[in-house]
C-alpha cells in the first residue's frame, strides 16, 4: 500500500486547510491570491475536499477488485447529484474547520459553496432517485457504481420572460469540473448500424459478427460519491463520447480541413446532451444511440471488473447485481446476451439464465403514452445485432407460453417484446420484464397498479417476480444540509443520530411536542428560512411577500397530470371572493410555484405563462394586497430548491389520483416540516398512512374512483355547470381577464379542461378548494399548525433512501447487511 505523508497535504485542522487551499490555488489553479476570482477560490477549496477523500476514493476502487463482494451496477440515464462541495464537506465531518478556514482568508463560505454550477444530468424526480440511491449505497457502506452518460450539456436553464420559459444552454462544465477524474485508458470501442453476418466458427458453432458501420469511444470520466462519515466511496462512472480517431489525416491532406475533425463532431454529439423531455422523446435515433452507448460501455467495464478480481464470467450474477432505471437502459438485456454469446461464446441457455439473474428492473411510469417504444427500422438500421438476438429471446418466450397456454393469440400479441398492431415497434418494458428476474414499482400503489394495468399479463405468468420498493430521500442532502437550522434543532434534541439512522432515529422526535419552548423555536426556524426565501423571491423576481403568511408550494416538472392548473384555479377562485368582498378575512397566502416544462410540451409552457398571467393580475390588484401574491421561481432545480423546500408551509401534491408513481419531492417537504395538501396517489398515500390522517390534508378521486369515472364517459361540462366558483374561474380564463382581453392565447388550456378535461381538475375542483379552506382554518391556529409540522417530521422515518436501498438488498439484489 502507497504511504501518504498526511500531515502536511492532508491536515484537517483549520491552519492545515487554510494553507492547503492557497497551495490548490496556487499549484492546480495557476493563481496567486492577488489574481484570484472567486471560482478560482471555489476550484481551490473544491480540490482541497477532493484530496482529502481521495484516500477513501482509492480504497473503494481497492475494494472493487476484492473476489468476496458484490457490487451494485445502478444504470440509468440522469444522475441529477446536485452540488458537490457542501455535501462532501458534511460526510467527511469537515464542514467546521473548512468553514474556519476559509473566513480566515477572508472568504464567505455560502458564497464560496454557492458558487458551484450544478451538473443537471438529469431531468427530474427519477434522476434525482438515482442521485440519492447513490449517496445511501455509500452511507450503507455497499460498494456499487452509478453508470451513466457525461452530458456536456444537462438540462435547460430556465429563464421567464415577459411570463414565458426561455431555455437557456446549461454550460455545466465551461469553468471546469474540479470533482470529476478522467480516466482516458478506461475507454470501449462500441459499434453502431452495420449488417450482421453469421458463420461456422472453428469448434463448429453456428455465430454471427456484427460489422458496424461506424464505430465510437466511450471514456470514462468517475465522480466520487462519499458516505456519511463512513469513510466509504462510491464511484459515478459517466462515460463520454468520442472519434475512435479524432483526426483524419487523409483529409486533412487532401485539404478538407473541416473534414479532418468532421468525426470527431460527430461521435462527440453522442454525450452532448440530456434530452429535456420526462416522458416519451418519440422515435430519436440520437436518444437510442445515448441509451446503446453507455449500456455497453458500462456492461464491458462490469464484465472486466468481474474479470480482474479473477472471477468467472459465469459468475457474473455473484459478482453484480445491475438494475435498470426505467427502460432507458434496457437495451442492456440484449446487450448482455450478445456480450456473453458473440463474445464469450457462452451457450444462449446459459448466457440467457446469466442475464436473467443479473437483472432488476424498476418501472417509473403507468402512463401508456411514456412507455418505451422504438420502430423497428429506426432499431434494425442502428443496432441489427441487437434486433437479431430480441426476435431470439421473445421466440423462445413466446414458445414457452404457447407450449403453457395454447391458443391465446391476444395474450401472445400483448406480452410479445414485438408490438405488430401496426407499424412496427420494440417494447422496452416487455424485454425489461422478460430480462430481469425481478420487477419493481415506486411506491405500494404504483406496484400494484403495475399488477393491474400495464405489466398484468406478466404478474400472470410470474406474480414470484413482482415487488414493491418505496422511494426514499437522503435525509444527508435534503435535511442536513438544506435545512442547517432544523438539523441543528433536531440534533440538540435527540442527538446527531438521525443522520445515518434516520429511519431509527427521527421518531425521538415526537416525545418533545409538548414542550413549550421546543414548538417555539420550531416555529422561528420556519420563520426564519420563509424570510430567506422571501428576500431570495424578491431579489430574482421582484415579488415581495410577506413571510407570514402561508407559503403554499408547489414545485415539480410541469404536467398536466401534475395538475399546476387545479392550484391555479383555487388561486383564481381565492381572488374572486376577495373581489366580491374586499373586505373580507382570509388567512393571507403566498402561492409559489417553479418547476420547468419540456420545451417540445405546449400545454406545459402554456400553463407556465397561465401562472405568470395570474400572478401579474393578482400581485398588482390593491384590493388583494396584503392578502394573497403568485410567484413563479424560475430555474428550479436541486441547487435552488434549498430554499424552498424548508420554507415551505404547504406542499400540494395534487396530481390525479393513479398518474404518479410515486413523487419523492412530496418526501422533502415533508421531512422538512411542510403539512401536505394530496391526493391518493404514488406514496402520497404511505405519507398518509404514516403520518396520521389527522396530520394530512386529503381531498379528490381515489385511482379507482378515476378509472371508473373515465370509463364512465367522463362529462367536465358537468362539473363546469355545476360549480359556480369554478365556472366563473375558467370564464375569467376563456374571456381574457389574465391575457389583456386576448381570447385566444389561453384557449388551449379552457379547451382541454372543458373538452376533455383528460385528467379530472373539474371533477377534483370542489373537494380541492374545500380541503384548503381547512388548511386556512387550520392555519389560523398556529399551535396546532406547529404540533402538526412537528409530527410530520417525526414520522417520515420510512421515507429515507437507506430504507429503499435496504429493501432493493433484500427483494431484489440479494445482499445481506
Ligand atoms: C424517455 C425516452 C426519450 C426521452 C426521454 C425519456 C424520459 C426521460 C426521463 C422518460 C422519463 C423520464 C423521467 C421520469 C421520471 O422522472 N419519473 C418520476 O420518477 C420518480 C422516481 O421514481 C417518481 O417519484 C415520479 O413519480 C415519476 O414521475
Known amino acids: 500500500m502507497d504511504t501518504i505523508q498526511t500531515d502536511f497535504r492532508l491536515g484537517n485542522d483549520p491552519k492545515e486547510l487554510q494553507q492547503a487551499i492557497l497551495d490548490n490555488l496556487y499549484y492546480v489553479q495557476g493563481k496567486s491570491t492577488r489574481l484570484a476570482t472567486k471560482n478560482d477560490w471555489y476550484m481551490a477549496v473544491a480540490y482541497t475536499v477532493r484530496d482529502r477523500m481521495m484516500k477513501h476514493w482509492i480504497n473503494s476502487l481497492h475494494k472493487l477488485s476484492s473476489k468476496e463482494i458484490k457490487i451494485v451496477g445502478y444504470l440509468s440515464a440522469e444522475f441529477l447529484v446536485g452540488p458537490h462541495l457542501d455535501n462532501a464537506m458534511l460526510n467527511l465531518g469537515m464542514q467546521e474547520n473548512m468553514s474556519k478556514a476559509m473566513v480566515n482568508l477572508g472568504l464567505d463560505p455560502q458564497e464560496v459553496i454557492h458558487q458551484e454550477e450544478e451538473p443537471g444530468l438529469g431531468n427530474g424526480g427519477l434522476g434525482r432517485l438515482a442521485a440519492c440511491f447513490v449517496d445511501s449505497l455509500s452511507t450503507l457502506n455497499i460498494p456499487a457504481i452509478g453508470y451513466g452518460i457525461r452530458y456536456e450539456f444537462g438540462i435547460f436553464d430556465q429563464q421567464i420572460r ?40 472453428h469448434q463448429g458453432h453456428y455465430s454471427v459478427k456484427w460489422i458496424p458501420d461506424y464505430e465510437i469511444k466511450g471514456v470514462a470520466y468517475d465522480t466520487a460519491i462519499p458516505g456519511y462519515k463512513n469513510n466509504a466511496v462510491n464511484l459515478l462512472r459517466l462515460w463520454k463520447s468520442e472519434a475512435v480517431e479524432s483526426f483524419n489525416f487523409k483529409e486533412f491532406n487532401e485539404g478538407n480541413y473541416s473534414g479532418a475533425v468532421d468525426q470527431k463532431t460527430f461521435a462527440e454529439t453522442i454525450s452532448k446532451v440530456l434530452y429535456p423531455n420526462d416522458e416519451l422523446d418519440a422515435g430519436k435515433r440520437l436518444r437510442l444511440s445515448q441509451q446503446y452507448f453507455f ?22 450474477p455473484n459478482g453484480f447485481s445491475l438494475q435498470l432505471n426505467d427502460t432507458h437502459p434496457s437495451i442492456a438485456i440484449a446487450e448482455m446476451m450478445r456480450l ?31 412507455l418505451e417504444k422504438w420502430s423497428l427500422p429506426l432499431f434494425s438500421s442502428l443496432l441489427p445485432r441487437h434486433l437479431e438476438i430480441i426476435y431470439e429471446i421473445n421466440k423462445r418466450f413466446l414458445d414457452d407460453i404457447k407450449s403453457k397456454y395454447p391458443g391465446n ?41 403495475l399488477k393491474q394495468s400495464v405489466l398484468a399479463d406478466f404478474y400472470a405468468l410470474h406474480p414470484e417476480k413482482f415487488v414493491n420498493v418505496t422511494n426514499g430521500v437522503t435525509p444527508r442532502r435534503w435535511v442536513k444540509l438544506y435545512n442547517p437550522a432544523l438539523a441543528t434543532l433536531l440534533t440538540s434534541r435527540i442527538g446527531d443520530g438521525w443522520v445515518a439512522n434516520y429511519e431509527t432515529e427521527i421518531t425521538k422526535l415526537e416525545s418533545c411536542i409538548e414542550d413549550v419552548e421546543f414548538r417555539k423555536t420550531w416555529k422561528e426556524i420556519k ?70 416544462a419540456a420545451p417540445g410540451y405546449f400545454l406545459a409552457k ?21 392578502r394573497i401574491k403568485v410567484v413563479f421561481f424560475p430555474d428550479f432545480n436541486v441547487k435552488n430548491s434549498e430554499w424552498l423546500y424548508r420554507a415551505a408551509d404547504l406542499s400540494e401534491q395534487i396530481s390525479t389520483a393513479g398518474k404518479e408513481a410515486s413523487g419523492t419531492g412530496n418526501m422533502k417537504f415533508s421531512m422538512n416540516g411542510a403539512l401536505t395538501i394530496g391526493t391518493l396517489d404514488g ?99 398556529q399551535d396546532q399548525w406547529t404540533r402538526k409540522s412537528i409530527l410530520n ?6 421515507f429515507s433512501s437507506d430504507r429503499s436501498i435496504r429493501d432493493y438488498c433484500k427483494k431484489v439484489w440479494g445482499i445481506k447487511l
Open 409 to 449: 393469440e391476444q395474450l401472445i400479441s400483448r406480452i410479445s417484446i414485438i408490438d405488430e398492431a401496426g407499424e412496427k415497434y420494440i417494447r422496452m418494458a416487455n424485454l425489461a420484464t422478460i430480462g430481469s428476474h425481478t420487477v419493481n414499482g415506486v411506491s405500494r400503489l404504483h406496484s400494484e397498479l
Open 340 to 370: 456473453l454469446v458473440d463474445e464469450h461464446h457462452i451457450t444462449w441457455s446459459d448466457a440467457w439464465e446469466i442475464t436473467q439473474k443479473i437483472f432488476g428492473y424498476t418501472n417509473h411510469t403507468l402512463l401508456p403514452e411514456a
Open 162 to 201: 415577459d411570463g414565458e420559459q426561455v431555455e437557456i444552454t446549461d454550460k455545466w462544465i465551461r469553468y471546469g469540473n474540479p470533482w470529476e477524474i478522467i480516466r482516458p485508458e478506461l475507454h470501449y470501442i462500441v459499434k453502431f448500424g452495420g449488417h450482421t453476418e453469421s458463420f461456422t466458427d
Open 606 to 626: 402554456l400553463i407556465i405563462r397561465l401562472i405568470n398571467a395570474v400572478a401579474k393580475l393578482v400581485n398588482e390588484d390593491p384590493d388583494v394586497a396584503g
Open 295 to 316: 449500456v455497453s460501455c458500462s456492461l464491458r467495464n462490469a464484465i472486466t471488473i468481474q474479470l480482474e478480481r479473477g472471477l468467472s464470467i459465469r459468475d457474473l
Open 527 to 596: 420563520k426564519q428560512n420563509k424570510k430567506e426565501l422571501a428576500d431570495l423571491i424578491h431579489l430574482r423576481t421582484n415579488i415581495v411577500i410577506d413571510p407570514d403568511s402561508l407559503y403554499d408550494v408547489q414545485v415539480k416538472r410541469i404536467h398536466e397530470y401534475k395538475r399546476q392548473h387545479l392550484n391555479l384555479l383555487h388561486i383564481i377562485a381565492l381572488y374572486n371572493r376577495i373581489k366580491k368582498d374586499p373586505s373580507k378575512k382570509i388567512v393571507s397566502r403566498s402561492f409559489i410555484f417553479g418547476g420547468k
Open 793 to 798: 417530521v417525526a414520522r417520515m422515518g420510512r
Open 683 to 781: 406514496a402520497n398515500v404511505e405519507i398518509l398512512q404514516e403520518v396520521g390522517e389527522e396530520n394530512f390534508f386529503l381531498f379528490g378521486l381515489d385511482a379507482a374512483q378515476v378509472s371508473s369515472l373515465q370509463s364512465g364517459g367522463y362529462q367536465p361540462g358537468h362539473f363546469y355547470q355545476n360549480n359556480q366558483e369554478l365556472k366563473w374561474a375558467i370564464d375569467m380564463i376563456d374571456a381574457g381577464h389574465f391575457s389583456n382581453g386576448d381570447r385566444h392565447l389561453f384557449k388551449p388550456i379552457v379547451d382541454s379542461l372543458l373538452n376533455s378535461d383528460p385528467y379530472l381538475v373539474l371533477a377534483d375542483f370542489s373537494s380541492y378548494i374545500d380541503c384548503q379552506e381547512k388548511v386556512s382554518a387550520l392555519y389560523a391556529d
